[in-house]
DNA sequence: GACGACGAGGAATGCGCTTTCCAGCCCACG
DNA sequence: CGTGGGCTGGAAAGCGCATTCCTCGTCGTC
């Protein structure tokens, strides 16, 4: 059967178009009583369901909120959708997913893609990379936003548009302070490529609190930035491991995000090399997945799903655009750094 | 600056609407090469920007993909949807995402809003639950359907339209199979609610294929269906550990999802029970983000992105709709059940 | 009792695009 | 040289809805 048109609605209830509309589409202006039964009862009899593509067009705008991640089955990213979509979802709006694979390009497609479909406003979410393999998604959006959309970038801002900003550098800072604070000196960081510019942050910000609070760091190893670049560099970390003179304090590795820390600390395990017993081991987010993961991992709590949902409130509410959200975190010192 | 339309290309290039229409969104019938030339300089000029939701309503499709999840930060729905989003991209369409929390009212009323944003097709993951709680969406997605629309469950079939099938009988038999031939004998089944459709089936396979195999289901324990449902079965499993005649082979507990394993673990690790020490636990799913946990996860590895990729083909491709596409499985033994 | 204000319902316009249908042209062929 | 077929570009009719006017009826007021 054919879909009922808003039309077949009115006809069936013997009103005009307006008048229908008027009743199912949350009009300022209702009409009398006895019209609105009638109205209501022809659209249930037909089975009417609006079609929003139709209203967005008439109304000028979607009701599409456009959210662009880098990986969603990567626990980071599916926390801060889950945020981003219960927030849409409470302010009436549908979420347009794209996960891009971390490829900038692809980042850049979604964003025209998404204002093609006219969505309300988009929320990027993932680590930026040099300023030229931004520039193509910067110049996306800047045409997203000057065409009156809104843009909410989650991470490093790019463009104009609004951020809501991880606390990269005061939490990597306050990681080292907590850790010197329990009298650990010889640091490595691990983190990934330099474009990646959510690991420069971390691990810069990491190396000059620890020097600062009298520590040293060793090495700075860069790997892959991913669970599978932390497990690789379980022979670097190892070696060093066994460099150190014996009966000394463990060195402490501090991995720039979780899942390369749990890779790490996997490797590792094959290698021999136990953690907390031989190095420590810290990390960075905190995601709820490896809540569970043995020795427990200290690291940095972020509040992925607020920051989601932060994100949509700025695309969405009437915040100045351009606002920028520092979001909390909480050190977390657990087992891999006892 | 106001978004230029397709007439103001027209304008520009000097041609009619039709003709630049036909040379910006892939008409089969494309003009001559000068006027190509002409309309496209234009439109990059005007910095032109289909609007989607126009072109959905003269073309009677939207290009549009409804998923909806019911928890988008479970590692086992969020490797569904990053399959699903790149088949999806595959065929050029975009992704809708709906997170219901697991409430099935929330699901009835995604694909109400699916319907009403005239998606091409709808794909719903998650498990079922009484026939009751899913009337409600099955009627949605029958009028969906019957409305021109296409559907395709990943999970339990819910009124007609494709289904893909995750490996739950059969893998939780294999499971079973495996352990006895390891030679386990004494289980323990945990599983979710009754009412969770996915739970009871793998309970009830693990159950019966232990049984045939000369093994003994010492207990079904029925607890929430997550982790903290793991975790908070774990005093009950502890004491049955504890009941255990000492010296002799210890206990195996059949957790029907990886989660809740590893909740179940967490929780017997304070209260100083050893896995597999003590007791054997293996799980369901071999969910990605886990498979660096401590001691290695017995489970039953799915297909998950290629679950959300089928289903995705299933809804758009030429495939019959009402196909059953059973996936494949693969016992993974480790140090949880050693 | 007449006039004006107000409110309720309906006709019509437009949102931006696709796609028929038409008219005009050129070429080939008889 | 005339006619028909095949193209090419353009005009126009929707797609399904929101919303602005307009009209008409009703009530209140003087």
Redesign the pocket.
């Known amino acids: 059967m054919a879909?009922a048109?808003?039309?077949d609605v009115a006809d069936r209830a013997g009103?005009?178009?307006?008048?229908a509309?008027?009743v199912?589409?949350g009009?300022a202006?209702q009409?009398?009583e006895d019209?609105v039964g009638r109205v209501k009862a022809a659209a249930a009899e037909l089975g009417y369901v609006?079609?929003a593509q139709?209203?967005a067009?008439?109304?000028?705008r979607s009701g599409l909120l456009g959210l662009v991640v880098q990986d969603i089955s990567d626990p980071y990213f599916s926390s801060i959708a889950a945020g981003a979509q219960a927030a849409a979802r409470a302010s009436g709006r549908l979420v347009l997913l794209a996960s891009t694979g971390r490829d900038p390009e692809a980042e850049r497609e979604a964003v025209a893609a998404f204002a093609a479909h006219r969505v309300d406003a988009v929320v990027v979410a993932g680590t930026r990379w040099t300023p030229d393999e931004d520039a193509a998604l910067a110049a996306e959006l800047g045409a997203f936003v000057s065409a009156g959309g809104r843009s909410v970038i989650v991470g490093q801002p790019v463009g104009d548009g609004s951020v809501v900003r991880p606390p990269n550098a005061t939490g990597a800072r306050a990681l080292a302070e907590a850790l010197l604070a329990q009298g650990q000196r010889r640091f490595v960081v691990l983190g990934g490529p330099a474009r990646v510019v959510t690991s420069r942050e971390r691990t810069e910000a990491f190396a000059a609190a620890a020097r600062a609070g009298g520590g040293e760091v060793a090495e700075v190893l860069v790997t892959e930035f991913s669970r599978d670049g932390g497990y690789a560099a379980g022979d670097d970390v190892a070696e060093l491991v066994r460099a150190e003179p014996a009966g000394g304090e463990p060195l402490s590795v501090f991995a720039v995000t979780d899942v390369m820390a749990i890779g790490l600390i996997a490797r590792l395990r094959e290698l021999g090399v136990e953690v907390p017993r031989d190095v420590r081991v810290a990390g960075f987010d905190d995601v709820p997945t490896l809540r569970d993961h043995t020795p427990a991992l200290s690291t940095v709590r972020i509040p992925l799903e607020e920051m989601g949902s932060l994100a949509v409130q700025a695309a969405v509410g009437d915040a100045a655009p351009g606002a920028v959200t520092e979001v909390g975190f909480e050190v977390r010192l657990r087992d891999s750094t006892r």
């Open positions: 879909r048109r808003l039309q009103v005009s178009l307006a008048t509309s008027r199912l589409n009009s202006r009409p009398g019209l609006v079609n139709a209203q067009l008439a109304r000028a």
